[in-house]
């Protein structure tokens, strides 16, 4: 019986993630033999973006399906890897770029459009998946179980009213397959051609029924992981490169002080470059009498001498063929990941029309991030007087001759150990039950979900910085070095120079660092409900669709920092408690109406309409709406459009989270080189910048404080499409869809940035008097020492382009072909930092991370017992400058785009008679390097592969 019922159930609820074999595009080949149509009764099947059983496939708004099959035919180890390369997603957070931030290594999360990861909704089987970042309803793909998956379904255009507000750029769906029968092994190992960089995976799956065919249980399980890399273990990446005053530019200001450009590049690109400011031996400068400034750097030995500074260009501390920091070594292209998850679900026929169901998993996952070591550069560098115990003669001869007792030493401190994080993420979730058949036409179903993410989070070699300066201040008592500090040395304090490579002592580093625990735990706890009814009533062009449901969510999300860090006392960022929480009891409701059938130019025509009302304990009540048309022209043309409204409530840290300590990379406004405007010169003048102003400070990162905001309102989106689908009665096997897609954000909720802050604190026609240089300090030098942002609902978000797909399946050569096409234009993506000033936005449309034309080409070949596969991805030509940024300076840089990107990906594959099929491929066929001098680790370049050429193997066996 459970072969009758839940197979059935199976075909409705997972139909469309099975099309991919088909017409491999979302939609099914329409029917044309008239007899057969009047014989059979077309299935009614769910399809992702709606809860209305259909008959057919049709999907009434634009869905792009990937087959579980697809997924798994790559040498990829994570399934978000190969997502993150479709064109509608950003690979925001790859695990090539997911250590760039506190406490995110390992996390692989999806962004369609670009548009931010809070804005995607992962869901499994369309149900909601807890979050695996804190604070954020980000759903790591790492935590769902890949042995069980069917299909991806990725759906743009009026999917909040149907799952959820926060739908608002489309939801990412993972149909589960549904009974599980016998014993699937699968195993993958992989390795790089000119890395160390190696993965593998292992899966094993077991189902069965019992109580006669009743019942269905299966088990699966997985282990995989990959080693990490560095951007000097690859040739391509670990020359050093630096972007640098170009001497021959003769950019001028005119007499109204206005900059003319003379098209020659204002910075070049040179290799073996670096920063000659700072250095793992310790170096630091003098001023003699002439005022020139001199540079000097310590030897191994501790003795010192002056610093080869090869070719300076004009500009603090870049130099190349020099002595210099190279930050390339402390560059991670990959992380070292591994995962472990264990499933189970079950399936139980109660009655001939009710059937229970329950489903667990279990997920622990552990990255691991290298950085840069501890460092001393600027307010920061480490005073050293002329007592210490370690310095040398030549040192104290030095400073003898300079008249100082003092020196100021920039220190980058790789013999006190790279600093380390080590993130386990596990996550559990629970999903049970009942869905059923009432009467002919109802169906319901009944579930709850509790999912729960905890991240243990250790922060190894973090430097406590009273300690590390007890230690080098170091002085002689009775002919012993020792800390200066009595107190110090009676609590075990242990001296150490800092005067040369490898110059910091065993002893000294357990004195002054420490490793630094912090966990986090993410709670979701769902209940939901649907019934639906596919035939409510019959209108003259057909019957009447209608679903109605109601859910109850509650979010949680505490965060607990380590307490002594917390202080400030240590080099990591003083991070603080956070714990937030709200839930929301939604009402949503379906029609489908069927408008017109059997005309000229309609063969149907169908209405759909859908609506949400959320009642939230943060921002009160959130109304989400949809309206489309579905039009069959004929039994070849259909057209179909969608037109959506949404709210987005804030999540819990963009509400509740605390003001914490950060780091910006900013470019200083009142610097001689940026000061263009003459309001700009006038307002830096009046903070007293000085017109010749020269800033060292922004040559690294400033520090900054960013938080939540309790007063936040809710984001409002509008959103629509309009798509042709075409399947021609002449060419079967061929489909067509061309879709174009708009969305809108207002009210946005949004850090403003730092470099914004900076900017229109002095671009204020008004005066430095303003909001915004009250976010900014400076010191007596005029630095910049610290920036403070908070969310605000101050930005406005704007995409749209055009989706497109062609599927053609055929059989030749005695065998069977598979093709598809998929492919997006996006022709605009705008981001307002302030929706007030609608006249300044930035557009990203062709700039880095988001090409206007992005398309994946597949070409697979099965015949008898070999199949052979062939992908391309392609990535247009993309500018490193917006359009706004070259209107001020049409010639900022010797790079200026990065070209057309192919990269291509072929496997060979074989079935034995015993049942064991062996796959060998090899990703990136013809090494395509990186563009430029990127080393694909950014989140905008995280698109482009960093791994090269890379071979694998996968071997799988079912019986």
Not at 217 to 241: P, Y
Not at 318 to 344: G, T
Not at 616 to 642: C, F
Request: proline fraction near 3%; include cysteine.
């Amino acid at each position: 019986m459970l072969q009758n019922f839940s197979r059935k159930r199976l075909w409705q609820v997972s139909q469309l993630g099975l099309l991919g074999t088909g017409a491999l595009l979302g939609v099914a080949h329409a029917e044309t033999d008239t007899l057969a149509m009047a014989e059979v009764t077309p299935e009614r099947i769910q399809v992702t973006g709606s809860r209305i059983l259909r008959e057919g496939a049709i999907a009434p708004s634009p869905v792009t399906v990937i087959s579980g099959q697809e997924l798994v035919e790559t040498g990829a180890m994570n399934i978000g890897e190969v997502l993150n390369a479709l064109p509608s997603l950003a690979a925001t957070f790859s695990l090539a770029n997911s250590g760039r931030s506190i406490g995110t290594a390992g996390l692989n999360l999806l962004d369609l459009r670009g548009m931010g990861t809070a804005r995607t909704l992962v869901l499994v089987d369309g149900r909601r998946h807890v979050s695996s970042s804190a604070g954020s309803a980000a759903v790591d793909t790492n935590a769902i179980p890949t042995a069980w998956i069917d299909s991806v379904e990725i759906i743009t255009g009026g999917a909040s009213a149907v799952y959820g507000a926060d739908a608002v750029t489309g939801v990412v769906n993972f149909r589960l397959k549904r009974d599980i029968e016998g014993f699937d092994l699968h195993a993958s190992v992989g390795r790089a051609e000119d890395s160390p960089y190696r993965n593998h995976k292992l899966t094993a799956s077991y189902g069965s029924y019992f109580a006669q065919d009743r019942g269905n249980f299966a088990l699966s399980a997985e282990v995989s992981g990959q080693n990490g890399i560095n951007a000097t273990q690859r040739r391509q990446t670990r020359t050093s490169f630096m972007a640098v005053r170009n001497p021959e530019d003769g950019d001028y200001r005119d007499d109204d002080g206005q900059w003319v450009h003379d098209g020659i590049p204002d910075t070049i690109t040179v290799a073996n470059a670096g920063w000659y400011d700072s250095s793992t031996a310790g170096n630091f400068y003098l001023v003699s009498d002439s005022g020139t400034v001199d540079w000097f750097i310590f030897n191994p030995d501790g003795s010192v001498r002056p610093q080869d500074l090869g070719t300076t260009y004009g500009q603090w501390g870049r130099c190349s063929d020099c002595e210099f920091l190279d930050l390339r070594r402390y560059n991670d292209l990959q992380p070292a990941f591994n995962r472990f998850n264990v499933n189970s679900k079950l399936n139980f026929e109660l009655t001939p029309d009710t059937l229970l169901f329950a489903q667990a998993s279990f997920v622990r996952n552990r990255g691991n991030s290298e950085g840069q070591p501890s460092f001393f550069e600027y307010d920061s560098a480490l005073m050293v007087g002329r007592d210490n115990a370690y310095l040398d003669p030549s040192l104290v001869s030095l400073m003898d001759n300079y008249g100082i007792d003092q020196i100021a030493v920039h220190r980058f401190q790789e013999d006190a150990g790279r600093r380390l994080e080590n993130n386990r993420r596990t996550t559990a979730r629970f999903v049970a039950g009942v869905e059923g058949i009432l009467g002919l036409d109802w169906n319901y179903e009944l579930y709850g979900v509790f999912g729960e993410t905890k991240l243990e989070q250790v922060n190894r070699n973090n430097l406590i910085r009273t300690n590390f300066a007890q230690s080098i201040d170091a002085i002689v008592v009775d002919g012993e070095i020792v800390c200066r500090d009595e107190l110090a040395r009676a609590n075990g304090c242990v001296p150490t120079s800092i005067f040369g490579d490898n110059a910091i002592n065993e002893q000294a580093r357990h004195w002054f660092n420490t490793n630094s625990y912090s966990n986090s735990t993410i709670r979701q706890t769902v209940f939901s409900g649907h019934l639906n009814n596919s035939g409510l009533f019959e209108l003259p062009a057909g019957f009447v669709g209608v679903s109605l449901g109601a859910e109850y969510r509650k979010e949680e999300s505490e965060s607990t920092p380590d307490s002594f860090a917390a202080t400030g006392a240590t080099f990591l960022n003083a991070l603080q408690y956070e714990k937030g929480n709200f839930d929301v009891q939604e009402a949503f409701a379906e029609l489908s109406i069927p408008v017109l059938a059997d005309l000229p130019l309609i063969q149907d025509l169908v209405l759909d309409l859908a609506v949400r009302v959320a009642d939230y304990s943060t921002i009160g009540t959130a109304v989400s709406w949809k309206t489309g048309l579905d039009w069959h022209l004929n039994p070849e043309l259909r057209a179909r459009a969608t037109y959506s409204e949404a709210l987005r409530a804030p999540n819990i840290g963009e509400l509740f989270g605390p003001q914490n300590q950060t780091f910006f990379r900013v470019t200083d406004p009142c610097s001689v080189h940026e000061a263009q405007s003459e309001t700009r010169r006038v307002n830096c003048a009046a903070l007293g910048v000085p017109a010749d102003f020269d800033p060292q400070a922004t040559a690294s990162s400033i520090e900054g404080l960013s938080g939540g905001n309790p007063e936040l309102r809710e984001e409002k989106s509008t959103s629509y499409t309009l798509g042709l689908v075409y399947q021609p009665d002449w060419l079967p096997g061929f489909s067509a869809t061309l879709d174009y897609w708009s969305i809108e954000i207002d009210d946005a909720i949004s850090s403003v940035s730092a470099q914004n802050i900076l900017n229109k604190c002095v671009d204020a026609e008004l005066g430095v008097n303003n909001q915004f240089c009250e976010l900014v300090e400076r010191n007596e030098q005029h630095e910049l020492v610290l920036i403070t942002s908070i969310t605000q609902n101050v930005a406005a978000l704007t995409a749209e382009g055009v989706d497109f797909e062609l599927g053609y399946d055929f059989d030749a050569l005695g065998g069977r072909f598979n093709t598809k096409l998929i492919g997006t234009y996006l022709d605009s993506r705008k981001t307002f930092s302030f929706q007030d000033s609608p006249e300044e936005f930035d557009q990203f449309a062709g700039t880095l991370g988001y090409a206007r034309w992005q398309s994946n080409l597949s070409i697979s070949y099965r015949y008898d017992v070999w199949s052979l596969g062939w992908k391309t991805r392609y990535l247009d030509r993309v500018s490193l400058f917006r359009q706004q940024e070259l209107a001020v300076n049409p010639d900022p840089s010797d790079i200026m785009h990065y070209g057309s990107y192919f990269v291509t990906d072929v496997r060979l594959g074989y079935q034995f008679a015993s049942g064991v099929q062996l796959t060998l491929g090899v990703d990136n066929v013809f090494d395509r390097n990186l563009p430029g001098v990127t080393t694909g680790t950014t989140g905008t370049t995280g698109l482009y592969n960093n791994i090269g050429r890379f071979y694998y193997s996968n071997v799988s066996y079912r019986f």
